[in-house]
């Protein structure tokens, strides 16, 4: 598996990108969005990656954050959505949004996604949810003592970090280091992203 490419870009096109690490180039699947926050080409560049690996193709598409690749990694989970419609969604929403929109059973967002009708996002907020929940289950089993969550935005900042497919104990180790008092979910969320991404 490949973690990351770090390497010169030598070219952008419509939906991907070629970046030259060691004489070799790496042909890399993104979003129009992604792309251009790479720069212009010439630059170096590090671009996270997911390789998706099936009989007839092995493919990578890149991120320019931790955060893009694991709400990728989730969309792709869920029945229906593939690799180029979670390319699509990234474009248009932030992970924190995304998390946001899902955690709070916001079909209107989901639904402005390109792509995207009311089934899909009800498919969307269901099995994502599903998945949070067999991880809390899945944690309880092994942590008996679970800390206190005091206020129900703290609590919904966590289930939002939990559907980008961060671990629960990992969340809850963060967010006791930020002053949330005077934040915002969506703000205690990207607080939190920028912990959990180091």
Request: proline share 2%; charged share 25%.
């Amino acid at each position: 598996m490949i973690s990351y490419i770090k390497g010169n870009l030598e070219a952008k096109n419509l939906d991907n990108v070629v970046i030259d690490v060691g004489g070799i180039g790496y042909k890399i699947y993104m979003s129009a969005s992604s792309m251009d926050k790479l720069g212009e080409v010439g630059n170096t560049v590090k671009v996270h990656t997911y390789m998706r690996v099936r009989e007839d193709d092995v493919s990578l598409y890149g991120f320019c954050t931790n955060e893009e690749l694991k709400m990728f990694e989730q969309l792709i989970g869920v029945s229906g959505v593939g690799a180029k419609s979670a390319l699509t969604i990234l474009a248009n929403i932030s992970p924190s949004s995304f998390a946001l929109a899902i955690i709070s059973g916001d079909v209107k967002t989901l639904k402005e996604l390109p792509g995207i009708g009311a089934k899909s996002a009800q498919r969307m907020i269901l099995e994502l949810k599903d998945k949070m929940k067999t991880q809390d289950a899945i944690e309880e089993d092994i942590v008996l003592a679970k800390p206190e969550v005091k206020d129900s935005k703290t609590r919904d900042a966590i289930d939002a970090l939990q559907v980008l497919g961060y671990a629960r104990k990992d969340i809850e180790a963060v967010i006791s280091r930020i002053d949330t008092a005077d934040l915002s979910v969506e703000e205690i969320i990207k607080q939190g992203l920028k912990y959990l991404g180091m």
